[in-house]
Nanobody, 126 residues
Framework: QLQLVESGGGSVQPGGSLRLSCAVS?????????IAWFRQAPGKEREGVSC????????HYASSVKGRFTISRDNAKNTVYLQMNNVQPEDTATYFC??????????????????WGKGTLVIVSS
């Protein structure tokens, strides 16, 4: 079982930037865990934002954030990051990171996430 703790949320003006971090503990090696960021806005369903493979060599982005958000990971530090640039009011949500074991270090997978953090709130407002 992994423990995930998100940080870096806060309030930011439209067009600004934030970097979210997800610290992962409880596993010797994270190479066989895909990690994804999800978000849930008030009154809306949770959606997958971005996913990164265990090796970090493969990434995926939702169309709503592609070109603005960048996911990365540092397995030596057991941390995954979500760099959010040019944020917009519609990015306001609680952001969660989640991890799930996968077959290879190159697999991307939003489903099968069985380890979740408690979330960090991002508010984009002028």
């Amino acid at each position: 079982q992994l423990q995930l703790v998100e940080s870096g949320g806060g309030s930011v003006q439209p067009g600004g930037s934030l970097r979210l971090s997800c610290a992962v503990s409880g596993s010797i090696s994270l190479e066989y865990y895909a990690i994804a960021w999800f978000r849930q806005a008030p009154g809306k369903e949770r959606e997958g934002v971005s996913c990164i493979s265990g090796s970090g060599g493969a990434t995926h982005y939702a169309s709503s954030v592609k070109g603005r958000f960048t996911i990365s990971r540092d397995n030596a530090k057991n941390t995954v990051y979500l760099q959010m640039n040019n944020v917009q009011p519609e990015d306001t949500a609680t952001y969660f990171c989640a991890a799930g074991r996968v077959a290879t270090p190159y697999t991307l997978n939003y489903s099968g996430m069985d380890n979740w953090g408690k979330g960090t709130l991002v508010i984009v407002s002028s």
